[in-house]
Nanobody, 129 residues
């Protein structure tokens, strides 16, 4: 699946953003989707992931309570709604996909970059204090 991420920008602390990832190809509805971010000098980290059906989700500790991941399989889009943004959320955000009908949330699986096959190009999010 090919992925196109958008929606980043420069905001103030406390603001909200909604990132979008549009997928092309016929595997989106069978794919586990995730949002990663990478700040300068840091490893790429998974902030949220969602099962192909939307039945299970995962959030990193830093994202829990502030970020929401959701998807529309008919439209081929996955979103990341980010509320109450903090300066430490500043990073390039990437969407990623792996074609598998598996749940996410329990255990370490599907929470690292190596678990994903397809990547979008990244969208910059900058949060100033």
């Amino acid at each position: 699946v090919q992925l196109q991420a958008s929606g980043g920008g420069s905001v103030q602390a406390g603001d909200s953003l909604r990132l979008s990832c549009v997928a092309s190809g016929d595997t989106f509805s069978r794919s586990l989707m995730a949002w990663f971010r990478q700040a300068p000098g840091k490893e790429r980290e998974c902030v949220a992931a969602i099962q192909w059906s939307g039945a299970t989700t995962y959030y990193s500790d830093s994202a829990k309570g502030r970020f929401t991941i959701f998807r529309d399989n008919g439209a081929g889009i996955v979103w990341l709604k980010m509320d109450n943004l903090l300066p430490e959320d500043t990073a390039v955000y990437y969407c990623a996909a792996v074609e598998i009908r598996a749940p996410v949330g329990v255990g370490p699986k599907y929470k690292t970059a190596q678990d994903y096959d397809d990547w979008g190009q990244g969208t910059q999010v900058t949060v100033s204090s």
